[in-house]
């Protein structure tokens, strides 16, 4: 089981280390990685309508044999869906689930998909899913690539302020993300969460970032007296800004890896700070490009 947590505003305490069913799982069978991820020490376990494998989650679970108290599950509101959407799309997600709650509800996304799509309402949106929250359906409720102008649209009249915002955060985007991570914090208490946390190897390797990254994981293997890897120094940097980290593999042994990283060194604040001052020069976004890049540097 992974060993760091977080208190979100709400006092909920989260699993720091979420195992995700989107990306490579988006619109497959997830069972079977599921079952692997729990078996392995995950039980903070991310999925959304929109990855349309929920039923496949809840088989996973079953196959786990884990109780569902011992299970911490997010689903998502599907991107696009307006408020007379939110109530029947989460019921609809509960079934699938095959649960009677979720732990954590999220807006998956501020604005429609599509341009031309009619674009949700989100003091409307957000009021749908207090009403889920305040029945006890969803334990804690919040939001996902909300940039400050949708917080700001949402927070004057919610009566519950989102515990969550789950956005692309790795130092490839850390300077444009940096200030909604901050607002949130100073608005709330809103715990920033992030997913393509390993962007700068996956999907950016020779960037900038590479030899500091090698050599950070070179003094953490020699302190730790175990191999640590360039994803483990990623992974520890995001854990380190009280960022709850969001990851995914078919892998046994990375997931071993992920949770392993919570017993690991800590980096140095001269590293965090290197780690953010390298990874400025680089600006690499993955996800979510219609709600983000309009303000983000080229
Ligand atoms: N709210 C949102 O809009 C989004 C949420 N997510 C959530 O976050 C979860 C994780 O998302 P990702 O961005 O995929 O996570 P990630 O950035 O942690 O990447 C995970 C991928 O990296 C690979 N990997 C790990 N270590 C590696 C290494 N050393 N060399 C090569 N490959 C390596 C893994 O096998 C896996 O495919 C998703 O499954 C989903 O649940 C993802 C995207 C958007
Ligand atoms: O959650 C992010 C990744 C993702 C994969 N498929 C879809 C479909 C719609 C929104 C987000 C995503």
Redesign the pocket.
């Known amino acids: 089981m992974s060993s760091v947590s977080f208190t979100l505003n709400d006092g909920t305490i989260v699993p720091g280390i979420g195992f995700?069913?989107?990306?490579?799982?988006f619109g497959k069978d997830c069972a079977g990685q599921v079952k692997q991820a729990i078996d392995a020490g995950f039980v903070h376990l991310?999925g959304?309508q929109a990855y349309n494998n929920e039923e496949s989650l809840s088989e996973g679970i079953k196959l786990s044999g884990k109780p569902r108290s011992e299970l911490f599950i997010v689903t998502?509101l599907r991107p696009g869906a307006l408020a007379e959407h939110v109530k029947p799309a989460f019921d609809a997600s509960l079934k699938k689930l095959g649960v009677d709650f979720v732990d954590l509800f999220l807006v998956?996304?501020p604005i429609a998909m599509k341009a031309g799509d009619p674009q949700p309402d989100l003091p409307e949106v957000w009021h749908e899913v207090e009403a889920i929250h305040a029945q006890g359906l969803a334990k804690s409720i919040g939001v996902?690539?909300f940039r400050i102008p949708h917080l700001q649209a949402i927070l004057p009249t919610a009566k519950v302020i989102p515990s969550v915002n789950?956005l692309?955060i790795h130092p490839y985007v850390w300077k444009t993300v940096e200030p909604i991570v901050k607002f949130g914090v100073e608005n709330g208490n809103i715990t920033a969460a992030s997913?393509?946390?390993?962007?700068p190897?996956?999907r950016a390797a020779g960037g900038p970032l590479d030899p500091v990254l090698a050599t950070v994981a070179e003094r953490l293997t020699k302190e730790f007296g175990k191999p640590v890897?360039t994803?483990q120094v990623l992974s520890k940097w995001v854990l380190q800004k009280k960022i709850i980290l969001?990851?995914?593999?078919?892998?046994e042994e990375?997931l071993r890896e992920y949770l392993q990283t919570a017993e690991l060194p800590d980096l140095t604040e001269a590293e965090i700070a290197e780690i953010d001052t390298v990874g400025a020069k680089l600006h690499k976004r993955v996800?979510?490009k219609h709600v983000f890049d309009d303000t983000d540097p080229q």
């Open positions: 995700g069913t989107g990306t490579a799982l991310d959304a998502k998956h996304c996902s690539n789950q692309e997913y393509g946390g390993l962007t190897i996956v890897s994803g969001v990851t995914t593999s078919s892998k990375r996800f979510m």
